[in-house]
Nanobody, 125 residues
Framework: QLQLVESGGGWVQPGGSLKLSCTAS????????IAWFRQAPGKEREGVSC????????NYADSVKGRFAISRDNARNTVYLQMDSLKPADTAVYYC??????????????????WGRGTQVTVSS
């Protein structure tokens, strides 16, 4: 059974950068699209970015376009989210999710079956 573990979260000042990792075990990721979601306190979980199984298609929420970059290394069974120019509004728990039947046209929770437990990202001065 596919298991996902997020890492790389932490505290950073506004304008700083973090790189999150989503590492899989129990199955290979090369047939899965992977998405990143986030949930801030008191808010609903929202889709942040998605990458297709081949890496040829990526999608981003408007709020992170130009600042975040998603990538994958199928040999390492890992997907990354490089986050630059971070803002306090980016503070949230970040989750990765996987599914074999997603093409990343829309970043929505209902398309993803496998989820990690999340990693906290805090942006503050």
């Amino acid at each position: 059974q596919l298991q996902l573990v997020e890492s790389g979260g932490g505290w950073v000042q506004p304008g700083g950068s973090l790189k999150l990792s989503c590492t899989a075990s129990g199955a290979t990721l090369n047939r899965h699209a992977i998405a990143w979601f986030r949930q801030a306190p008191g808010k609903e979980r929202e889709g942040v970015s998605c990458i297709s199984s081949s890496g040829g298609i990526t999608n981003y929420a408007d709020s992170v376009k130009g600042r975040f970059a998603i990538s994958r290394d199928n040999a390492r069974n890992t997907v990354y989210l490089q986050m630059d120019s971070l803002k306090p509004a980016d503070t949230a728990v970040y989750y990765c999710a996987a599914d074999q039947n997603v093409v990343c046209a829309e970043i929505a929770e209902r398309y993803f079956d496998s989820w990690g437990r999340g990693t906290q990202v805090t942006v503050s001065s």
